[in-house]
């Protein structure tokens, strides 16, 4: 799926898919890297978004927004980003996903 440039507005069409596999992947293919040249509160604002899931792809996307937030800032993000969402749960994903940063960045499956 080609989506827009914005990564927040593809988080959005990502959300709207029913089966939640797929939604999973949609989020994998988010363009993280657009935001490369961004503070770390718009980093926080995208990975806030992962609120508007449910279920497993919720947890799926603080997890894969936590890992890729801390590869594109050399993992400064799981230090000065993660501690910044508002739920326990959405801190501890975000951490467990930065935790991964140095996996292999396997985006659909």
Not at 28 to 54: M, W
């Amino acid at each position: 799926m080609i989506g827009p440039p914005d990564p927040a507005a593809q988080l959005l069409i990502c959300a709207g898919m029913s089966k939640p596999s797929d939604a999973e992947s949609c989020v994998r293919g988010t363009k993280v890297q657009n935001l490369l040249e961004y503070p770390t509160s718009a980093h926080v604002d995208l990975i806030s978004r992962c609120a508007v899931f449910t279920g497993a792809p919720r947890a799926a996307c603080f997890r894969w927004l936590g890992k890729t937030l801390a590869v594109l800032t050399d993992g400064k993000f799981a230090r000065t980003g993660c501690p910044r969402l508002a739920s326990a749960r959405a801190r501890e994903l975000c951490r467990a996903g930065a935790r991964r940063m140095n996996d292999a960045l396997v985006t659909f499956s």
